[in-house]
């Protein structure tokens, strides 16, 4: 059955849509690798002696992590600016962005259910409760993977809302110049 006329869409806002979406992708995927390299430039730039630069990345990232020595990974005797569960989350972003477009056309802006996210935290709320009731105890492995299951998860319901974010600011603008 043929759509009713209102929902008609000229093929060049189709494509301009997509662009736009591609677009909020891209800055999206730019903001979390220039992030996550900022964890890692950290110990790097510790490594070569350049400690007022790895001071103030390590200062920035403490207010979003313990930074425990013993928690984090490490790049030549160096922690990294989080701890591993952390960088797991972090790193799991990056990936999540870099899959996206595999399992999902970019200008989806309907998110996946929302049962996923919270099921995304199930891994890495019982790795933390096993470990902090002495169960048993978790690993740099353990706490970086449960945390990339979440941040992966998380990057899937991110993008979407990017992409719409970045279609309603375009329709204000269409608006406002009209």
């Given amino acids: 059955?043929?759509?009713?006329?209102?929902?008609?869409?000229?093929?060049?806002?189709?494509?301009?849509?997509?662009?736009?979406?591609?677009?909020?992708?891209?800055?999206?995927?730019?903001?979390?690798?220039?992030?996550?390299?900022?964890?890692?430039?950290?110990?790097?730039?510790?490594?070569?002696?350049?400690?007022?630069?790895?001071?103030?990345?390590?200062?920035?990232?403490?207010?979003?992590?313990?930074?425990?020595?013993?928690?984090?990974?490490?790049?030549?005797?160096?922690?990294?600016?989080?701890?591993?569960?952390?960088?797991g989350v972090y790193f799991g972003l990056v990936f999540g962005f870099i899959i996206y477009p595999f399992i999902r056309k970019i200008e989806e802006i309907e998110p996946f259910p929302r049962i996923w996210l919270f099921l995304s935290l199930v891994p890495i709320g019982i790795d933390w409760s096993l470990g902090t009731f002495g169960i048993w105890e978790n690993t740099h492995l353990s706490r970086f993977l449960t945390g990339l299951i979440l941040g992966a998860a998380c990057a899937v319901f991110i993008i979407p809302a990017l992409v719409e974010l970045a279609w309603f600011s375009a329709i204000k603008r269409k608006r406002l110049s009209n």
């Fill in 1 to 87: 059955m043929p759509e009713p006329i209102e929902l008609y869409k000229p093929q060049s806002e189709i494509q301009n849509f997509r662009k736009k979406a591609f677009k909020a992708w891209a800055l999206g995927f730019a903001a979390v690798l220039f992030w996550t390299f900022l964890i890692l430039l950290a110990p790097l730039a510790e490594n070569f002696g350049w400690t007022a630069f790895s001071d103030a990345i390590y200062k920035f990232f403490s207010f979003l992590c313990h930074q425990q020595p013993e928690r984090s990974l490490h790049i030549f005797e160096h922690h990294f600016a989080v701890c591993s569960r952390c960088f």
